[in-house]
């Protein structure tokens, strides 16, 4: 049965649950970057400063499909597994230092795809970060498909 929250109720919780997370730091970036979808799926969160605007390209739709699958007991990715992660921009405060999601092959964006660097000034708009839901829309072998939403 599916969970809509967390995605497939797999019994050994790897999906959606996350356990021995990390967070994976890019460092500051000299141009835009492209995510990798094994760090998605196993990372807590991605952070980087941007030193200037960037684009942070997702993994495609059949990259992703595969990085669950290889996450998962039974070796499976099914339509409707969900996962979540959060961006983090690190760029220095009140500098144009946003960063641009941009989806690769097979992957819709849903929602604010830039995630502005931290303000602390008075009335500040921007917390630095994002967080995405993760949705396989999709699982079929040649027709992958997974919807990335922002939620905050």
């Not at 929250?5 to 990390?22: E, L, V």
């Not at 992660?85 to 819709?108: I, K, L």
Request: proline share 2%; net charge negative; with cysteine.
């Amino acid at each position: 049965m599916a969970n809509p929250m967390y995605g497939q109720n797999k019994a050994d919780s790897n999906i959606g649950w996350r356990r021995k997370s990390s967070v994976k730091a890019h460092g500051t970036l000299a141009d835009n970057l492209t995510l990798d979808a094994t760090e998605m799926v196993n990372s807590i969160a991605q952070t980087c400063d941007p030193a200037a605007a960037r684009n942070i390209t997702t993994p495609t739709a059949a990259q992703i499909v595969a990085a669950i699958a290889a996450k998962a007991s039974d070796g499976k990715c099914e339509t409707g597994d969900t996962f979540q992660f959060s961006f983090v921009n690190a760029g220095t405060a009140g500098a144009d230092e946003s960063c641009t999601m941009v989806a690769g092959s097979g992957v819709t964006l849903v929602g604010g795809v830039v995630i502005e660097n931290y303000d602390a000034t008075h009335d500040a708009f921007s917390s630095g970060s994002g967080l995405f839901a993760v949705q396989v829309d999709n699982a079929t072998s040649g027709s992958e498909a997974v919807s990335i939403i922002r939620l905050a």
